[in-house]
């Protein structure tokens, strides 16, 4: 499966501020990097990107999203 158009820019912007911060992004963080000013919305998408395999995270942990080798074509 390939991830939508929008799954793709929070997967780079998550995969952006990684590599400048060393860590991941808040929600609120995602959203403003990708124009979405509802955390609903963020949410949504990560967890469709986690059911679809593409991000692994730690419940009720924030910043431990992790982007699985392969799911953009820049990993």
Do not use: C, W, Y
């Not at 929008?6 to 911060?21: C, G």
């Not at 967890?47 to 419940?59: M, W």
């Not at 999203?65 to 953009?72: E, M, N, P, R, S």
């Amino acid at each position: 499966m390939k991830p939508t158009d929008a799954q793709l820019e929070v997967l780079e912007a998550i995969q952006d501020f990684q590599k400048k911060h060393g860590f991941s992004p808040s929600i609120r963080e995602i959203g403003d990097r990708t124009g979405r000013s509802s955390t609903n919305a963020v949410h949504e998408i990560l967890n469709r990107l986690q059911r679809d395999g593409f991000i692994s995270r730690k419940p009720k942990t924030g910043r431990t999203i992790q982007v699985i080798k392969g799911a953009t074509s820049g990993s």
